[in-house]
């Protein structure tokens, strides 16, 4: 068993790490504790922490804190490292390009990194139309420049997203985004001439999952017609699954009728991956699973393994209606993450991470199925790919559970797995492995989430 070493300088994180779970404390151990001190201290109270393990290096499927604590790593950084930490492509990628320039910005000497990551996003997303792409450095920024540049485009204002969307923390992303709190409560007023409408959620529609597809559809569209006007709105925004708002995979058919719905009316239809894109759900987007073809998307997280970078990309004619300089920002498309972003790629091409994450869902849907017989309180098990949800309710119905969600959470931190929650009612487990988790590891995952679901 190794000590943590001491300064980050000397340590080799990425694949290179032990893929163990080890634990030589409880969790979180006495150093970690010193240094949430040292946060609560210093740190402003909004920032919360899921887990207070302070983190020294992480790679593959596991993540090492400063008590010398090796953990099974469920989430990835909120889906962000698909590729693992410290992946070795982006590594010597990033490593090489730090050493050769750090900045220059894009705007004013621009630099091949950025073309190549517009290049890839141009290729790889949906569609083999003539596309356009713009780099950002956080997904809310890649939200809100698409809804600029669908403004631009349509010469028309509203935006209509959905029932427990989530897409940023900004002004215009939180008026965007579903859930009150903890994203948007005291933090108003809100962007206007945004419009919320239903979305097909199997799981709680009233009148059953298989009339769901078809009445969401028909309520959205005849709310957008009705309060708002179609040839009011610029763009229509949505995930393809909900992330935040708890893994929700709109009933099939929902998506390609909104689609359509946006096409026949000359709405931009902007599919937001910035969690579900990059091999997570075992497709590089997930709005492929139906053959939808979006007119933008946004993505971010898993792009650059790590660094941060954010991009919009979409048909040529509708990223190109903002004017020359309309677009930008001092850091977008930073050279750094951009050769993140080339490694990342690579790996995942090379790795073929789509079927590492088809395998992790099988692998999860089949043991979380048969736990679902074992325990009353699991509502709904879905997802697909590597985003893998289980919804806990009350006991004999559909009342949603958050406290049995928050104390399963807890003790699967106490066995040292590290494990997500989301929801609008904040009573789903959400699981993200990193795609190059092994698989002695997630099954290990599953055996202590089991024992913390035995012992609830
Ligand atoms: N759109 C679909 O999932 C970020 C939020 C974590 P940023 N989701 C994680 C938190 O509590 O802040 C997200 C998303 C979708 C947009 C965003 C926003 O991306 O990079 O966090 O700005």
Request: aromatic content about 6%; charged content about 20%.
């Amino acid at each position: 068993m190794s000590a943590a070493p001491s300064s980050a300088g000397q340590l080799p994180g990425g694949p290179s790490l032990p893929q163990e779970r080890r634990l030589v404390t409880a969790i979180p151990g006495p150093k970690s504790q010193e240094l949430q001190a040292r946060k609560t201290a210093a740190v402003a109270a909004g920032v919360g922490t899921t887990l207070p393990v302070y983190v020294t290096r992480a790679g593959g499927g596991v993540v090492e804190d400063v008590d010398g604590n090796s953990l099974i790593d469920f989430g990835s950084g909120i889906a962000v490292t698909n590729v693992g930490n410290a992946a070795q492509a982006v590594v010597d990628r990033a490593s090489a390009q730090l050493a050769a320039f750090t900045h220059t910005c894009f705007m004013v000497t621009p630099y091949e990194g950025y073309v190549a990551v517009a290049e890839q996003l141009n290729e790889l997303t949906p569609g083999d139309h003539e596309k356009r792409s713009a780099l950002f450095n956080s997904g809310a920024e890649a939200v809100e420049n698409a809804v600029k540049i669908a403004r631009a485009y349509t010469k028309r204002s509203a935006v209509v997203v959905f029932d427990h969307g989530y897409h940023g923390r900004t002004n215009l992303t939180m008026a965007l985004t579903a859930k009150n709190m903890p994203y948007k409560h005291g933090f108003g007023p809100f962007a206007p001439d945004v419009h919320r409408v239903p979305v097909a959620y199997p799981y709680r529609w009233l009148t059953g999952a298989e009339n769901c597809a078809a009445e969401a559809a028909a309520q959205a569209i005849d709310m957008i017609n009705k309060q708002v006007g179609a040839d009011n709105v610029a763009a229509i925004i949505i995930e393809p699954i909900q992330g935040e708002g708890g893994f929700i995979e709109p009933a099939k058919g929902f998506l390609p009728a909104i689609a359509e719905f946006a096409r026949a009316n000359g709405i931009v239809f902007v599919a937001d991956e910035i969690q579900t894109g990059f091999c997570r759900t075992g497709q590089w987007f997930a709005c492929e699973d139906e053959g939808v073809v979006p007119d933008l998307i946004t993505t971010a997280k898993g792009i650059a393994g790590g660094l941060p970078l954010a991009a919009v990309t979409g048909r040529a004619e509708i990223m190109d209606a903002a004017h020359a300089g309309g677009l930008g920002g001092t850091y977008g498309g930073n050279p750094v993450a951009c050769a993140a972003a080339l490694g990342s790629i690579e790996t995942m091409k090379e790795l073929d991470l789509n079927a590492k994450a088809r395998r992790i869902g099988e692998v999860m849907l089949d043991r979380l199925r048969s736990l679902q017989e074992k325990h009353e309180i699991i509502g709904d098990v879905r997802g697909r790919g590597a985003m893998i949800a289980v919804e806990l309710v009350k006991p004999g119905g559909k009342e949603p559970n958050p406290e049995a969600t928050a104390a399963i959470a807890k003790a699967c931190h106490a066995e040292g797995l590290v494990v997500l929650t989301a929801g609008t009612y904040g009573n789903v487990l959400r699981f993200l492995p990193p795609l190059v988790m092994p698989e002695h590891l997630l099954l290990e995952g599953l055996d202590i989430l089991e024992g913390a679901f035995a012992s609830h």
